[in-house]
C-alpha cells in the first residue's frame, strides 16, 4: 500500500509537469501547436556551387498529396536519383509508369511546377537541362527572374525555348507564371498556395511563403542581409511573416548561410554568414514578440558554398558557428543530398 501510494504521488507529480510545459510550449513557442507533420522536404541538392550534380534544389509537398513543387532547380535529375537511392521517398505513393524510369516518373507526374528564386545558373541548371524529357509544367517567379531566365537560356542558343514566351520559336511546354509581390497565388494541381517576396542579390532573388491551409513554410533564395544591402527587404518579410504567425503555424525555414563568419561585408555579393543570419532571425522574434519566440523553429541551412580548397571544410564550420551563436533555441538542420525532412 505505501509502494502505490508513493507511485501514485509520483504520477501526480509528472502529469503536472507535462502540463506545465505543453502550458509553456503554447505561450512561448510558435511552432508547438501541431505536433502533426504538414509538409515534406526531400533534398536534392544541398550547397551553393561549385560542385555539380548537388546545386540549390528541394521539392515540397503538404503530407496529404502526392504531389511536389520545386524549390529551385540547380540540381534535379541527379538529385531525384540520389534521394530515391536514399529511400527518401518511401512515403511517397509512385505510380510507376512503366514507360519511365523511378526518377522518370517522380520528375514528370510528381512534380508539378518550378519556384525559381532567381536565375542564376546554379539554381536553374538542372531545370533546363531536364526539360527535354520533362512534362508540362509551370514556372512560377517574379517577372525580372522569368525575363532573365528567357533572354539568358530559353532564348533558341544556350538552350532550346522550352517555355511558352520570348524568343521564337517556343516549345511551349512550360507555362510561365510572373508572380505578383505579396499577393498569394495557387499552385497548380497541388494544395498549395505560394506568396513571393523580393530579396537583395546582385540579380532579384525571391522568397517564397508557401501555405497549406494554415500551415506555413517559407524558402528564402540567396539574399544578402539588410545591414549590407540597406534595402530593408528581409525586414519587410520578418514583418509580414510576425503578423501571419498569430494565426498560420511557421512549419520551418530554407534560408541561407553561404559563408563563414570571417568573410568581409564587401565580399560577400548578396550573401548571408551565420552571424549575419542570426542578426536576421533576432529581428525576426523581436518582432513576434515574447519570451523565446523562435524556439524549436526549424531551419534549414542552404546554399554552403563548396571548394575545392585543401584543408578546409565550410560546412564543419558553418555549422559550428551557427551553433555558437544560436540563442533563439533554433532547431539548426545542415541538410545533405538525398534526404527527406518532415515539418
Ligand atoms: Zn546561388
Ligand atoms: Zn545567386
Do not use: C
Amino acid at each position: 500500500m505505501k509502494n502505490f501510494a508513493y507511485l501514485f504521488k509520483h504520477l501526480l507529480a509528472l502529469t503536472l509537469i507535462i502540463s506545465l510545459n505543453t502550458f509553456a510550449n503554447q505561450n512561448t513557442a510558435i511552432t508547438e501547436t501541431s505536433q502533426t507533420a504538414a509538409f515534406e522536404l526531400i533534398v536534392l541538392g544541398d550547397s551553393g556551387g561549385i560542385e555539380d550534380g548537388n546545386l540549390s534544389a528541394f521539392l515540397l509537398r503538404s503530407l496529404n498529396s502526392r504531389n511536389y513543387v520545386a524549390l529551385d532547380a540547380g540540381t534535379l535529375v541527379n538529385g531525384i536519383n540520389q534521394s530515391v537511392q536514399h529511400n527518401a521517398f518511401a512515403d511517397l505513393p509512385i505510380v510507376k509508369n512503366e514507360s519511365w524510369s523511378t526518377a522518370g516518373t517522380i520528375l514528370r507526374e510528381h512534380v508539378k511546377g518550378y519556384l525559381i528564386s532567381h536565375a542564376h545558373l546554379d539554381h536553374i541548371n538542372g531545370m533546363i537541362v531536364a526539360s527535354p524529357e520533362d512534362t508540362n509544367k509551370n514556372i512560377y517567379a517574379l517577372a525580372s527572374v522569368n525575363n532573365m531566365i528567357g533572354e539568358t537560356y530559353f532564348n533558341g542558343k544556350a538552350w532550346a525555348n522550352f517555355t511558352d514566351r520570348g524568343i521564337p520559336p517556343t516549345l511551349n511546354k512550360y507555362h510561365v507564371v510572373d508572380l505578383p509581390i505579396a499577393e498569394p497565388v495557387s499552385i497548380t494541381d497541388t494544395q498549395l498556395k505560394v506568396t513571393a517576396f523580393s530579396l537583395s542579390h546582385p540579380v532579384e532573388s525571391t522568397a517564397f511563403v508557401i501555405e497549406n491551409g494554415s500551415d506555413m513554410f517559407v524558402y528564402f533564395g540567396d539574399t544578402g542581409p539588410d545591414i549590407v544591402e540597406k534595402q530593408g527587404k528581409l525586414d519587410a518579410i520578418w514583418t509580414y511573416l510576425a503578423g501571419q504567425a498569430k494565426h498560420k503555424q511557421l512549419r520551418g525555414i530554407v534560408i541561407e548561410a553561404s559563408f563563414e563568419n570571417e568573410r568581409p561585408h564587401n565580399l560577400l555579393f548578396g550573401h548571408l554568414t551565420p552571424k549575419l543570419l542570426l542578426q536576421e532571425l533576432h529581428n525576426f522574434a523581436s518582432k513576434i514578440g515574447g519570451e523565446t519566440p523562435l524556439q524549436n523553429l526549424k531551419v534549414v541551412i542552404s546554399h554552403i558554398k563548396y571548394t575545392l580548397a585543401e584543408n578546409t571544410n565550410p560546412r564543419l564550420t558553418i555549422k559550428r558557428q551557427l551553433d555558437e551563436a544560436n540563442d533563439l533555441g533554433l532547431q539548426i538542420i545542415i541538410p545533405e543530398q538525398g534526404q527527406k525532412w518532415v515539418f
